[in-house]
């Protein structure tokens, strides 16, 4: 790629790198008034990151002054670089020339949109063209907004902290529903996309994949006797204390639904996962939560049902689907269960039956 640094800049960059690839902390006020600029994200929120797409440097030069003190800046002067950085680092804005050498602005913004990674990122147009079909072509191919060449320092700045403003709650409205409201747990909607997601990726290597299900014993009867508040309490105490036990980045701690939660455990086998289901057991135990209408003992207990794909040499894995696999936990939990509850209990698939029986 043949590029060249942008013009003289009034902004504090680090030259050691081309400036295409550099995130710059930008400065508070880059002499425009204080009104229009300045930083964007609060105390505590994430400084926001713009994608700035044009083949020509000096246009580049120009956004990047305007919108200095919105968040970190990043350049491309091509689609293909701009889309690399993209998935380097997800943007929280882009913004785009129609027209460029190579794949043009529209094509950019279509493959951003078909990109499940990138297609909620708002794509601002920039452009000279001012006829109203180039305008209604940029919408059609998933525009965010579109700014007309030469750009007025205010109209972007306005659009672009618009857009970061729509995107910010965007994101957080899609973080919440995948966030159970009780315990602050993974919901259940989150734990069957990822379950999907790992058990498709344990298919394909042939690690074991682990799943914990894991049922409050007696709850009904916990709430009757200490009313569904204290019955809430409990429930979140348990989230923290199982959550407590994963450290994997990988591992997933979910809300099932009412008194059940489950823990996803990838490139885990079963004896790590019976193991971990056993500390599930003594954890909850641990904190002392009184039920004294419990018939299984004087504090809340939990049974748990472990499970673990297991692959063999041809190739086939068991259970070998998402629901297989839950049925699989299932099952072991509902031998906990009848068997004297407070316990973890594993599951062995029916063709280990004939040599093993349930390890409790
Ligand atoms: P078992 O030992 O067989 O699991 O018995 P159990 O009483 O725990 O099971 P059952 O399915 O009969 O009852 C589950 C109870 O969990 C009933 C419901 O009121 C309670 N529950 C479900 N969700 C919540 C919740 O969000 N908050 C509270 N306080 N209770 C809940
Ligand atoms: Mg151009
Ligand atoms: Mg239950
Ligand atoms: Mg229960």
Redesign the pocket.
């Known amino acids: 790629m043949n590029v060249t640094d942008p013009p003289e800049t009034a902004l504090a960059v680090d030259t050691s790198i081309p400036f295409w690839r550099r995130a710059i902390s930008l400065p508070q006020s880059s002499g425009l008034p204080e009104t229009t600029l300045g930083a964007s994200a609060g105390i505590g929120q994430p400084v926001p990151s713009l994608l700035l797409v044009d083949d020509d440097p000096a246009t580049i030069q120009v956004l990047a002054h305007m919108l200095a003190g919105l968040g970190h800046l990043r350049f491309a002067l091509s689609a293909a670089d701009a889309l690399n950085l993209a998935h380097e680092s997800v943007p929280d804005v882009v913004l785009v020339d129609a027209e460029m050498p190579g794949m043009n602005g529209f094509d950019f913004c279509a493959t951003m949109k078909a990109d499940p990674d990138l297609a909620e990122v708002p794509v601002i147009f920039v452009s000279g063209h001012g006829h109203v079909e180039t305008e209604v072509a940029c919408f059609a191919v998933g525009a965010a907004d579109f700014i007309r060449k030469p750009p007025a320092a205010e109209v972007v700045v306005a659009r672009v902290r618009t857009q970061l403003r729509l995107k910010a709650l965007s994101d957080a409205l899609r973080r919440e529903a995948l966030v159970d409201g ?1 315990t602050g747990l993974a919901n259940r909607r989150r734990f069957d996309d990822q379950l999907r997601i790992e058990c498709d990726r344990a298919l394909r290597s042939g690690e074991p994949l682990s799943l914990l299900m894991i ?7 916990f ?1 009757d006797r200490y009313g ?1 508040p204290a ?2 309490a409990c ?1 979140r105490g348990v989230a923290i204390a199982i959550q407590g036990l994963v450290s994997r980045p990988a591992d997933l701690v979910a809300r099932y639904g ?2 059940e939660f489950v823990m996803l455990l990838p490139q885990t086998k079963a004896s790590g996962a019976t193991h971990l289901g056993d500390l599930v057991v003594k954890a909850v135990e641990a904190l002392r939560i009184a039920h004294d209408v419990s018939p299984s003992g004087p504090v809340v207990t939990v ?1 748990v049902g472990v499970a673990t794909t297991l692959c063999s040499a041809d190739g086939g894995c068991t259970p070998a689907s998402p629901a297989a696999l839950v049925n699989a936990a299932d099952q072991a939990m509902y031998t906990a ?1 009848a068997t004297g ?1 407070g316990q973890s209990c594993t599951y062995v698939p029916s063709s280990a039956i004939a040599h093993l029986s349930y390890n409790i």
């Open positions: 009780l049922d409050v014993d007696h709850f009904k009867r709430n569904h019955g809430d429930l009412g008194e049974s269960k509850r």
